[in-house]
C-alpha cells in the first residue's frame, strides 16, 4: 500500500484508482466505493482492488466500478455501496478486504445483503 505522506501522494492514488475503474464503467451492477481521505486511510483502496479482482476471477462483467469522496460517515470507511439492477441502494461499512469477496459471491453475484457489515438501505 502505497504511503501517503502530501497532497502530490493523494492524487495519484486517485489517478491509479480512476485507471483502473474507467474499464468497469458500464454494467446492471453498480459498486460504488469511498475514496475520500478517510475512506483510503481506512483501507477502501485495497478492498476496491479485492472486488475487482473477484470479479475479474469469477468472469463477471457486467458489474460497474464507481469512486465517490467522502459522505460524512468516516468512521464507517471503508464504504461500498452496492446497487443491482431493479434493487435499492445497499451501503455496506466498514468494510474488510475479508469481505470484498463476500460482497462478490453473496451479494453481487446471488443477491443476498450481507447483514453483519450493513449500514443501510435506500428503499
Known sequence: MA???NLADLRKIKETA???????SEGRTRVIVGLGTCGIAAGARNVMQTIM???QKRGIKDVSIETTGC????QKEPLVDIIREG???ITY???KVEDAARLVSSHIV????LED???GRAD
Request: charged share 20%.
Open 110 to 113: 446471488n443477491g443476498n445483503i
Open 117 to 119: 457489515i450493513l449500514v
Open 3 to 5: 504511503k501517503i505522506t
Open 53 to 55: 479482482e473477484e470479479l
Open 87 to 89: 434493487q435499492p441502494r
Open 71 to 74: 459522505i460524512g460517515m468516516c
Open 18 to 24: 480512476s485507471d483502473q475503474t474507467s474499464a468497469r
Open 93 to 95: 461499512g466498514p468494510v
